[in-house]
Nanobody
Framework: QVQVVESGGGLVQPGGSLRLSCSAS????????MGWYRQAPGKERELVARILNTGGIYYADSIQGRFTISRDNAKNTMYLQMTTLKLEDTAVYYCNAVILRTGVSREYWGQGTQVTVSS
């Protein structure tokens, strides 16, 4: 069974930084894309950043220039480096992985990690 596990959330002051990590329990070659979504209270879940197996990267306008998505292929781990955090970045952050198994691609989600930006 595929497992997607996030870590690295926490409480940080405005202007601070955090790094989120996500790993999937599959071979690197099975992963088509990985990304970070977030959901703030009372709002819909939104895509924050995504990295494709081709190396292509997407960022939401709201975090452009402040967040950086990356991956360590040797560790099969994806990261989201968040800097200059704002109050509105407060949300539960979810890792998403699109994984190809037996010719079928499926999405898998982590359990979520809370990021709270507060003074």
């Amino acid at each position: 069974q595929v497992q997607v596990v996030e870590s690295g959330g926490g409480l940080v002051q405005p202007g601070g930084s955090l790094r989120l990590s996500c790993s999937a329990s599959v071979s690197r070659s099975d992963i088509l894309a990985m990304g970070w979504y977030r959901q703030a209270p009372g709002k819909e879940r939104e895509l924050v950043a995504r990295i494709l197996n081709t190396g292509g990267i997407y960022y939401a306008d709201s975090i452009q220039g402040r967040f950086t998505i990356s991956r360590d292929n040797a560790k099969n781990t994806m990261y989201l480096q968040m800097t200059t955090l704002k109050l509105e970045d407060t949300a539960v952050y979810y890792c998403n992985a699109v994984i190809l198994r037996t010719g079928v691609s499926r999405e898998y989600w982590g359990q979520g990690t809370q990021v709270t930006v507060s003074s």
